[in-house]
């Protein structure tokens, strides 16, 4: 397991968020559920080292 920063893009509404998370087999886990516009899919994801 490797933690990670990740910064997340809403494609939506423009808003980022930077979170700690784990990266564990190739997927990142941050626990983040969704945007403050209700976007729950569509956002991009950028990872980097914390
Ligand atoms: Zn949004």
Do not use: A
């Amino acid at each position: 397991m490797t933690r990670v920063k990740v910064s997340i893009r809403c494609n939506r509404c423009g808003e980022r968020f930077v979170l700690r998370g784990k990266k564990e087999k190739g997927r990142i886990d941050t626990g983040f559920k969704r945007c403050l516009c209700d976007n729950e899919h569509d956002f991009q994801v950028d990872e980097g080292n914390v």
